[in-house]
């Protein structure tokens, strides 16, 4: 239901339970550090990220999750550290940050759709300015990925129109226009009431299936339990745990671990 | 003589000051904002020293009286620098200096009410600082600022009278002359008057027009 058909095909990953190589890691993440001031968020963070891979970073508020996903996109600079995609190093890259970026795609808690553009304007603008697209094939193409997201029938409205749900649905597919291969979700629905949040769910889910790579910030521990295929428990900036959903949330081998989860077990409840 | 004879037989004469007071405002608001706006960038955006410049010259021109800023430019300055200017045009460069002191302010408070979130979500596509500004923070933070900017032309408009302390031959100069000619002069500067009222009134139609014809949904003051 994702697949693309005139237009060429995004990453073409395959499902989440198709067996995948060891050596097929999308992104690298090595030793991240991180401070404001004299406030060390990030203490030295690794992981690797498989293709098609979904995987949910959960914790406590404050823990360095949301500044970790944006030092991988580099709009944070962090102090040390590396990341890689596949075999291209996207920290100190000087002005081939604009490539990476658009190969690492971005959605934000707030939506920071461009307020005075339409839905439709605001998927195109980075097809044009960044990619350079003629104008013809740029709103095809964004309409495309609005229809993706359920959204095409909104194409002409403006933000302040939209509804916090719609508005995260536009900025997704203005994420996915440009291609990318990852796409870094900072608390996607932290801000929608919880009728909005399942919407955004739906998309992001129907997304993951499709086989693109994402990594999550979130606390919707039901979409976790649900749709990752790694979950990455954090703490005090440090990652303390980490696993597939079956083991972290229903058997952590830390203390911590247990603690956090166990506030959400309504919540992940396993169906069976 | 009566005063509606007299009237007829200068018209032609005020029409002319009309047409140099227009002209002193076109060239002043276009220097206004031909400086204003990359100052107010370079206010945001640059580097320290640049920054502390265009705060000075901001200081500079918003602190002295315009009389005094034309005074030292028309007698000072441009001669000084072996400038041998005309007085129109004198007028129009002074009041467009001192205009872009102004609006630097007025643009720079608009880019920076602009959300942070804005920028970032333009870099996270792929865009330079550069286009972003461009295509994202400019087309927002131009439509944040007209309100404010609309102030503009009825200050350039009134203070272009104070060029005929350097005689440039404007509404108001052209006024005083009648004047003194005629002898009448309650009607006369009634008149004036009228003149400067009436082209305020257009001024601020067309402003308005402007500001509708680029209003979004739900975005800048019109918003709620």
Redesign the interface.
Known sequence: MWSKKELPSRASGQGQDSPMKDDAFVLRVEDIHKKFGTNEVLKGVSFNVRKGETIVFIGPSGTGKSTLLRCI?Q?TIPEKGRVWLHDDEVTNSG?KI??F??KI??V?Q?F?????LTAVRNVE??LL??KKMDPESARRQALYELEQVGMKGWADH????LSGGQAQRV?IA??LA?DPEVILFDEPTSALDPELTREVLEVMKKLAKSGMTMLVVSHEMGFAASVANQIIFMENGNIVEQGPPDALLYDPAYVRTRKFVGQFADLTQRKD | MDVTSILAEWTPYLIGGISLTLGLVAIALGIGVALGLPFALVQVYGPRPAKAAISAYAWFFRGLPVLVLLFLFYFGIFPAMGLDLPAFFVGAVVLGLRGAAYQSQIFRGAIQSI?E??M?????????RL?AIK??IL??SL?IALPGWSNEYPEILTDSAICYAIGVAELLTRTSQIVAVTYVTMPIYLCCALIFILLNYAGMRVIHVVEKRVA????GAG?G
């Open positions: 996109n709009l002005p604009s490539y970026r658009q795609g971005m934000f707030n920071y759709l461009f307020d005075h603008i980075a300015k960044v403006y933000p302040a129109e900025s203005r994420a440009m | 959300n979130g804005q970032i979500a333009a870099l996270s596509l792929g865009m330079t286009t295509s994202i087309p927002q439509r979004i949904p739900g975005f918003a």
